[in-house]
């Protein structure tokens, strides 16, 4: 027996993200064994994952496994896995509208689907939550075009636009938009030394499990750069106790293991945009901010009531309402369809990403844990 196992993959960049794609059929269909392959692929458990293809950084540990259509009227079935570099997990509970992006390239590139004309649409149902969005790239020529004039934050250069509508976001992983029952909750969280910390939140998950606060309630600005808010232990730790406090009233019980719900500081906007963020996901700071986490966020500005308001600049018209999310790197524009009899209820949410594929071949691991398939 060969003393390692060859598996096909494609490195992808999606949107600010960045990691292996596979098919389904090519990684073991327990889904145990398949976390312990992608672990040894990745190389995690390592803060440097060394000895894997993980970029040393939550934004680029992260892995698509993409299988066709399981549904009617749906082409491709997307698992997001989410690892940790220091750590030993997968989690595929939540969805990454990052990873997402790069979805269809890498089902056109492998064949699994066929390229449509100048520009190919397909429907993509995410295992993790069960949502389902239209992705539509560029396929002028017959293939996928990567070159292009669009530009994200976060990601450097320009590519090919990639539209991304999500057709229903809201209750992702929560039993609802609202988890709490309310726009706004008033809660106090235990601290250390019989301290506590009282302040109000906004719960909600609208592909996004995210607890929003206030950034001056935790003390901070809210236009700190990441490198200074991942230096501060103590608003971690508090950022912390709240995560775990609140998302027992969310109805998530204990998360402690979980990379959901995130964290969301607001401000109000410094350069032109409806809010200012930073999003912690949920231990380190984001050097962006994540797809969902932006529309969550979006969602959260036209809610009435919600800890966004007085903060976010909202000029909405009509059935529609366009969110621009300031985070450190930039801003994230979220496209917002309105109910014109109920402006509160958001019934689209479309937004442009880009991605790029990076590599092709097989990613290696040792055959002792997976011999491959028979």
């Known amino acids: 027996m060969p003393a390692q196992t060859e598996i096909p993959c494609m ?26 392959v992608l672990l040894a692929a990745m190389g995690s458990p390592d803060a440097r994952q060394i000895d894997g293809l993980g970029g040393a950084h939550p934004l680029t540990s992260k892995v698509g496994i993409v299988a066709p259509g399981s549904l009617p009227g749906v082409d491709l079935d997307f698992l997001f896995a989410q690892l940790q570099p220091n750590k030993d997990t997968v989690d595929t509970t939540p969805n990454c509208g990052n990873m997402l992006a790069a979805v269809v390239p890498f089902a056109l590139e492998t064949g699994m689907a066929a390229v449509q004309g100048d520009r190919t649409t397909l429907r993509v149902l995410t295992l993790n939550t069960g949502m389902q969005c239209d992705i539509t790239v560029d396929t002028r020529s017959g293939a996928v075009q990567y070159a292009g004039d669009a530009r994200i934050d976060g ?62 309630d935790a003390d901070c600005t809210g236009y700190e750069s990441v490198e200074q808010l991942n230096a501060n232990a103590p608003l971690k730790a508090r950022l912390e106790a709240l995560r775990l ?78 969110v621009s999310v300031e985070h450190p790197s930039g801003e994230f524009s979220v496209d917002l369809g309105l109910d014109p009899d109920n402006p509160q209820n958001v019934t689209r949410a479309a937004l442009l990403r880009t991605a790029r594929l990076l590599m092709r071949g097989e990613v290696m691991v040792p055959s002792a844990l997976w011999p491959g398939h028979p």
Request: charged share 15%; with cysteine.
């Open 11 to 36: 490195l992808m960049r999606g949107g600010t993200s960045k990691g292996p794609f596979f098919k389904s059929s090519d990684l073991p269909s327990d889904p145990a064994l398949r976390d312990r």
């Open 155 to 216: 990601a450097p250069g320009s590519a090919a636009p990639i539209t991304i509508n999500f057709l229903d976001t809201a209750g992702s992983v929560c039993a609802g938009l609202l988890p709490t029952g309310k726009v706004r909750d008033r809660i106090s969280v235990a601290l250390e030394g019989d301290q506590t910390w009282q302040l109000d939140i906004t719960c909600i998950d609208n592909g996004m499990p995210l607890i929003i606060l206030n950034a001056a």
């Open 245 to 322: 406090q609140a998302s027992v009233l969310m109805g998530l019980g204990d998360v402690s293991k979980k990379n959901y719900p995130k964290m969301t500081l607001i401000a109000p906007p410094r350069e032109g945009g409806t809010l200012a963020t930073r999003s912690f996901i949920p231990h380190l700071c984001h050097d962006a901010i994540g797809v969902l986490a932006a529309v969550t966020v979006a969602t959260a500005c036209v809610l009435r009531g919600s800890v966004c308001e007085g903060s976010a600049q909202i000029a909405a018209s009509g059935d529609s309402c366009l």
